[in-house]
């Protein structure tokens, strides 16, 4: 998923970097991390619309159970405040979200700055 956020910016298709965004967003849940889940799944969302874009068909159904789960963790009022405030991010903060978070782990960072 690295790679393909990488090329997707370089291609700057905001369609493809909001998927990968909804897809860090589905990892970050995983990981425990519901907090960052609402954020990046906010900043998928908020690009999408600001661009005219809805989040791909078959991944619909994904993207709003996300959302039910992470509201269901985090409480209504922590989700909206986190989902929010990633609709409000430009795409460099949402990718900047996921480097800080590859550079948490175990993998080399990203270096999705140098486009």
């Not at 908020?46 to 068909?57: D, K, M, N």
């Not at 985090?74 to 996921?98: K, Y």
């Not at 960072?109 to 140098?114: C, I, S």
Request: charged share 25%; aromatic share 6%.
């Amino acid at each position: 998923m690295d790679e393909a956020l990488e090329r997707s910016l370089a291609a700057g298709s905001t369609a493809f970097v909001t998927l990968c965004l909804a897809g860090y967003a589905c990892l970050a849940f995983a990981d425990g991390d519901p907090e960052r889940a609402a954020r990046l799944e906010g900043a998928a969302e908020g690009l999408r619309r600001r661009v005219g874009l809805r989040a791909w068909p078959h991944l619909r159904r994904v993207e709003a159970d996300l959302v039910v789960q992470l509201r269901q963790q985090l409480g209504a009022s922590q989700f909206d405040h986190a989902f929010s405030a990633g609709s409000r991010l430009t795409q460099r903060q949402a990718v900047d979200i996921v480097q800080d978070r590859r550079s948490i782990g175990t993998q080399t960072p990203l270096n999705l700055h140098a486009r």
